[in-house]
């Protein structure tokens, strides 16, 4: 259906030019209705209208006959235009994106297309001229020295070959201009021609305007350059202006990049210190300002050894405000890597840190299972049967015990500890004995084992809660405040289900602030899992959210790139060559095109689609467009297939042969030696190549 209204489009033209009386009579009658029938000009789109601007400018993008018209040179790639017959809408090739497109070569484009000059390849590269190497740099035509050479033309070299102008063809052509040719270099804007042109804005002209520039917005704008917004439109490096740029180098661009050493070369070079350099000077890892490394002070704490530093301890640090505002570098400062932070000892963050130990922080310091009186953890003394080893036995044998008071007050541990595991009791077990013996415990013996609640152990037991034990009590994961937890009221958008909550949907919320300052929580909470928040859908804030499409806002839905109509994207036909993967497409094979009017108005989606990406537009072959295409070879097009400077007949030129003295080295020769020849009858009809044919450079004859 695309391709046939993009057909009846191509020749609406004729249409216009055939109906024009009809049509003005019938436009003028329902211009001056009084009624409220719909008419073309009353600015209204109608299902007979493919557009309605209100007929203001014929020539604009909507015709006072309300079709829509598509001009070459609007920066957009229309129906029925393509690479061949619109390249400045239609060309995918960007010279300077780091890919060599089948359009680009190291003449055209070197930044993209580099190569090492190899004489004799076929190839006249950067470096070569026809002195150094006539076999690949024959003295060729020069575009731009003001003739039209053979093998120049309007297309390769419109500075020497351009056409005549033509007044009408859409194209404001050199020697035109709006006096000469008013319908080709209008100066009235034409508001809806997809450009927002000088005198238009987003109020007279919103079609085209839909956002002003913004300099420093990340996108170069119409209206904006390198000179009057650098930050959206940095000057590309070009190799070969005499100036070593940002992202060249002597590997890249050695033209521009010999000079000596420069700041950004990855090298503290003589001359260049942490000030005036600090991209090479500063280790890596260095986290302080830049101007503290090596400035006389040892700095502490900033991600790397400061050379300023006697040694790495935290007594040599003369400053440590990376780690602490207060000046205590000892406190705040690892002991023996100075350019680490510690963090003071907290009782209650689950580490045992120095100063802490099992009597004065029992939570962080004591092992999990320990039964005895916390301030023998760790004591001195080896105290066994308390359920956990203690860290001042030598082992875990019975012969290492101190103390096995847990087991019994009697000092001959041997008779009551375990043999092999010290911290284990042997004697029989007696529930009701006031003692919590080894084998009992809460479960089986509550009247000897209490539950004693521990802060920290990870059970969230009788007596604790969410507000006094909030590390044992809060989920994994909660991340609102722990007194909210179970007490009493739904609090949503908190990580976890609020135990509180009746279920798991936004309308079971009592409270909904860790999403939003309001109390409108069905609104930011999520429908079905209302312990995650949503943000309510924002068109223009670069994400395609639930309720917005392509149509309603493309801004965020459709990807960059897409340059065909906004509508196709997504709309269940796999639509190709539009700049990017169409989401309807299966894969990115031209044979899961639907449509590829942006490629060719023939629907022959296979010819004029690249086969494995099909969101590019491919040319047909052409002899004599200077490309090899496929199908093409040095027989059927030597124009195109065979190299610069090649003087036998073009069928010899990769027909599987190696041949000779044909002043340009074959593809089919495994290498340019003589010994590689199969014929060398350029040279001499003899059998012999190896005595008439150049040893080292098979295409020259001796």
């Known amino acids: 259906m695309k391709s046939f209204m993009f057909t009846l489009l191509k020749s609406r033209t004729a249409i216009v030019s055939l109906f024009a009386v009809a049509l003005l009579s019938f436009t003028a009658c329902d211009d001056t209705s009084s009624g409220t029938d719909p008419y073309c000009g009353d600015g209204i789109v109608d299902p007979d209208e493919e557009c309605d601007d209100g007929n203001a400018i014929d020539g604009d993008s909507c015709s006072n006959l309300c079709l829509v018209n598509y001009v070459c040179g609007d920066n957009y790639c229309d129906p029925g235009e393509n690479v061949a017959n619109c390249p400045q809408d239609c060309s995918t090739s960007t010279c300077g994106d ?3 497109d089948d359009n680009e070569n190291s003449t055209t484009c070197p930044d993209d297309c580099p190569v090492t000059p190899v004489c004799g390849d076929g190839t006249c590269d950067e470096g070569e001229d026809s002195t150094n190497c006539p076999a690949d740099c024959p003295v060729a035509p020069v575009c731009g020295d003001g003739t039209c050479d053979e093998g120049e033309d309007s297309t390769n070299c419109p500075a020497d070959c351009a056409t005549t102008p033509v007044c009408g063809d859409g194209t404001c052509d050199a020697g035109e201009d709006a006096t000469s040719c008013p319908a080709d270099c209008a100066t009235t804007p034409v508001c809806g021609d997809g450009t927002c042109d000088a005198g238009e804005d987003v109020t007279s002209c919103p079609a085209d305007c839909t956002t002003p520039p913004v300099c420093g917005d990340g996108t170069c704008d119409a209206g904006e350059d390198s000179t009057s917004c650098p ?5 590309a490096p070009v ?18 990049c010999t000079l000596p050493p420069y700041c950004g070369d990855g090298t503290c070079d ?15 890892g260095w986290t302080c300002d830049a101007s503290w490394y090596g400035d006389g002070d040892c700095d502490c704490g900033c991600g790397v050894l400061d050379s300023d530093c006697a040694d ?31 963090v003071p000892s907290s009782c209650g963050n689950g580490t045992c840190d120095a100063g802490e130990d099992g009597l004065s922080c029992p939570g962080d310091c004591l092992p999990t299972g320990w039964t005895c009186y916390a301030g023998f953890y760790g004591d001195g003394d080896c105290d066994c049967g308390c359920g956990v080893l203690d860290s001042d036995c030598a082992d875990s044998a019975d012969t290492s015990c101190v103390y096995c008071d847990a087991c019994s007050p009697t000092t001959t541990c041997e008779a009551v500890v375990n043999d092999t595991q010290n911290w284990l009791c042997e004697v029989p077990a007696v529930c009701g004995d006031g003692t919590c013996d080894a084998g009992e415990d809460s479960t089986s013996c509550p009247a000897d084992c209490p539950v004693v609640p521990v802060c920290g152990d990870g059970t969230c037991d009788a007596g604790e809660d969410s507000t006094s034990c909030p590390e044992d009590c809060v989920p994994t994961g909660w991340t609102c405040t722990a007194s909210w937890y179970g007490d009493g009221d739904c609090d949503c958008g908190c990580g976890v289900l609020d135990t509180d909550c009746a279920d798991s949907a936004d309308t079971s919320c009592d409270y ?22 949503e943000v309510p859908a924002v068109c223009g804030d670069g994400t395609c959210d639930a309720g917005e499409d392509s149509t309603s806002c493309p801004e965020d839905c459709v990807p960059a790139g897409w340059t065909c109509p ?3 994207y997504g709309d269940s036909a796999c639509d190709c060559g539009c700049g990017g993967l169409d989401t309807d497409c299966t894969d ?10 942006a490629c060719t108005g023939s629907g022959d989606c296979t010819t004029y689609v690249n086969d494995t990406e099909n969101w590019l537009c491919e040319a047909p072959a052409t002899c004599g467009n200077g490309t090899c295409d496929a199908g093409e070879d040095g027989a059927s097009c030597p124009v195109d297939c065979v190299p610069t400077g090649w003087i036998c007949p073009g069928a010899w030129y990769g027909d599987t042969a190696c041949d000779c003295g044909c002043g340009a080295l074959d593809s089919d020769c495994a290498d340019s030696a003589d010994t590689s020849c199969d014929y060398c009858d350029a040279c001499s009809p003899t059998t012999t190549c190896e005595a008439v044919v150049n040893d080292t450079q098979n295409w020259i004859c001796e």
């Open 239 to 256: 190799c070969g202006d005499g100036t070593c740029d940002a992202g060249e180098d002597s590997t890249s661009c050695p033209a521009d």
């Open 312 to 342: 790495s301890t935290d007594a040599a640090c003369d400053y440590c405000f990376a780690c602490t505002a207060s000046g205590d570098c000892s406190t705040y400062v690892n002991d023996t890597e100075n350019w680490l932070c510690d």
């Open 270 to 284: 003589a001359g260049e210190d942490v000030t005036s350099c600090p991209d090479d000077c500063l280790p890596t």
């Open 98 to 100: 780091g890919n060599c």
């Open 231 to 235: 930050a959206d439109c940095p000057v």
């Open 588 to 597: 990115s094979a031209d044979t899961s095109c639907d449509y590829c009017d």
């Open 566 to 568: 906004i509508g196709w």
């Open 512 to 533: 909904c602030g860790a999403c939003t300052s309001d109390s409108d929580c069905i609104t930011y909470v999520n429908d079905t899992q209302n312990w995650l928040c």
